[in-house]
């Protein structure tokens, strides 16, 4: 026995000839000239011809060979396959498997006597050893999936590997196993922005329904990504600016253009059909699976609806903080939505694209028109008209304009009334952009601000030093408020503050504040939303549901809230995006009225106080 441990433990020891004829030192041998291989390939040889005579060799060395050849294919797999995933392997390693690893076990075989039965134990070994191969890569490429599903599509090649691999061992259970493990430790935390995580669902969606068409091992990996999706406040919208936006990675927004994905019926294509694995979680034989990316992302998040009515808020920051009346762009996105999500989901968008073109040829005929009188003001005022049902609500912020801007904006708004009849304009004079000439000793600044920041600088042309209580009792701002907006021109050099709340004025460039190359557009740090905060939108809905309830218990007395709840979904449901409360949601509202004293709650019935 320690023979034939120490015959197949090692390397076969054979002298070679290289490309030139000259004689090459053996691996065995110390010295060409003391080479004793053939005489240790014939003893070789002859050992295991008694050993396969005796039907021993199986017993004494099967557990060896099978140790030295795993490691060999796991050595070789490693060294070639590893981070490289543009191209197929499995056909080198099978070709390598034949001539190298089977070609050895012959040649170990071939000392012995041929027979059937030899033959058929080496095609049965073949089989296993072409079984561990693709073991040993399948293991290898579920280890490195994640890095292989970023870099989809340039690692399509070893999707498809992994694919035939799959169909060829049972290792599906690892793979989501090893897979949900990588998301969550590389993926699944905060460290990670959100357009991160949805860029690499994305990346996940079209990598995984090449491994498995089924869609089902993507449904079971990814569930843990959606459901922490559904945590982050931002998902939807930063979903919605990838749809919209032209950045570097314009995966989303070419998935917009492509157009709505084809749903293919699996009992249509019944001659490639295969059934789903066994390892993955079941769904519905009733349920289609969508390959629509964009329709995978919207229902991770919640419904069509929401997905709208995020849309909307986002296009109404976009057309009113950039005041541009362009809209061609804006107007593609939206057709192209209309193409997934109907018409009738995005009208009040249609209309909110409207008014800005609307608003476009009324500024250009109020100006052009001198019996309106606006080419004689001193200051050139322009308006955007919205229609006020079919935008969503704007952030609520008082703002006291100089008496001089109130006077233009009236001269205006009699001029619009004079062009339409009936109608009249609210202004919103938080809302807007003012273009500035800022002339002081030595130097000329022209900036873009808010109204607000531009209030603010008007009052210290005719006095240069304020305090805080004194601006916020001119402008109507809060001071904590108002603080926050004198900030932008402490940024710019042109307002210091002095001593605890007074501020004056600095016509000289502050140390180290260099005005000089200042861009003509200055925003502040942080990028406000000009609209109002889901929760903010979310108490107004629910404020509107509570007239309703009044109207309802003054009527009936008394109801249950599941009778609320229906109720409301009746005749109180309605808007642009369709927002509804559930009635966990409508008990918490309801809850609350109860604890400011104006329900009261008995034996499972609400009713008004007496």
């Not at 995580?197 to 993507?218: E, F, Q």
């Not at 003509?520 to 108490?539: F, G, K, L, P, Y």
Request: hydrophobic share 35%; glycine share 4%; charged share 25%.
């Amino acid at each position: 026995m320690l023979s034939v441990s120490y015959f197949i433990g090692r390397r076969m020891p054979l002298c070679d000839l290289n490309e030139s004829g000259e004689d090459e030192r053996c691996g065995g041998c110390s010295e060409i000239e003391q080479c004793r291989c053939d005489a240790i390939i014939n003893d070789f040889h002859t050992t295991n011809r008694i050993l396969i005579q005796l039907e021993l060799l199986e017993r004494l060395a099967g557990e060896v060979l099978t140790s030295l050849i795993h490691k060999q294919i796991e050595n070789h797999v490693q060294e070639t396959c590893k981070g490289s995933f543009n191209q197929s392997f499995i056909s080198p390693l099978e070709k390598w498997l034949d001539s190298v690893v089977v070609g050895w076990l012959t040649r170990l075989y071939s000392s012995g006597p041929e027979s059937p039965t030899l033959k058929e134990k080496l095609n049965i070994f073949k089989q296993k050893l072409q079984h561990l191969l693709y073991e040993t890569y399948t293991r290898l490429r579920i280890d490195q999936l994640f890095t292989i599903i970023i870099d989809y599509p340039e690692s399509e090649a070893a999707v498809d590997d992994l694919r035939l691999c799959l169909d060829k061992t049972d290792l599906r259970g690892y793979l989501v196993e090893r897979l949900q493990g990588a998301l969550q430790q590389r993926l699944l935390h905060p460290g990670v922005n959100t357009p991160d995580i949805i860029t690499a669902y994305v990346h996940s969606i079209r990598a995984l329904r090449g491994l498995d068409p089924s869609g089902l091992l993507l449904d079971t990996v990814t569930h843990p990504v959606r459901q922490y999706l559904r945590c982050r406040e931002d998902t939807m919208r930063c979903v919605v600016m990838s749809l919209t936006d032209e950045g570097p990675d314009g995966d989303l927004a070419d998935e917009l253009a492509r157009g709505e994905a084809i749903k293919e019926d699996p009992a249509e294509n019944w001659e490639t059909w295969t059934p789903p694995h066994i390892d993955t979680v079941a769904k519905s034989s009733k349920e289609k699976q969508s390959w629509d990316i964009i329709s995978m992302l919207v229902t991770v998040y919640g419904s069509k609806e929401m997905f709208v009515h995020e849309y909307r808020n986002l296009l109404a920051d976009r057309l009113l903080t950039q005041y541009s009346y362009n809209t061609e762009k804006e107007i593609r996105y939206l057709e192209l939505l209309k193409l997934r999500f109907g018409d009738s989901q995005l009208h009040y968008c249609e209309v909110m694209l409207k008014d800005i073109h609307d608003s476009k040829r009324i500024n250009t005929h109020l100006h052009s028109e001198p019996n309106f009188g606006l080419s004689k003001q001193e200051l050139r005022c322009t308006c955007m008209i919205l229609s006020a049902q079919f935008w969503p609500p704007f952030k609520e912020e008082t703002l006291q304009l100089p008496q001089k801007i109130k006077d233009h904006l009236d001269v205006y708004t009699k001029a619009f009334e004079t062009l339409k009849g009936n109608r009249t304009l609210n202004w919103k004079p938080h809302l807007g952009s003012v273009s500035l000439e800022i002339e002081l000793k030595n130097r000329t600044l022209s900036l873009t601000v808010s109204p607000t920041q531009a209030a603010i600088i008007w009052y210290f042309q005719d006095k240069t030093e304020w305090t805080i209580d004194e601006l916020s009792s001119i402008l109507l701002i809060p001071p904590t408020i108002l603080r926050r907006r004198i900030a932008f021109w402490q940024s710019q050099g042109l307002i210091k503050e002095t001593t605890t709340d007074m501020f004056c004025l600095t016509e000289e460039p502050t140390a180290g504040k260099g005005l000089k190359g200042m861009p003509d557009v200055c925003e502040d740090e942080e990028t406000e939303s000009i609209t109002a905060s889901a929760h903010d939108q979310r108490e107004e809905e629910l404020q509107v549901f509570w007239s309703y309830i009044v109207g309802m218990l003054t009527n009936l007395d008394s109801l249950p809230p599941e009778r609320i709840h229906q109720m409301l979904k009746m005749f109180a449901a309605q808007g642009p995006a369709g927002v509804d409360c559930s009635l966990q949601q409508l008990k918490h509202f309801l809850d609350r009225k109860v604890r400011e004293h104006k329900l009261l709650f008995s034996g499972g019935y609400y009713k008004l106080p007496k």
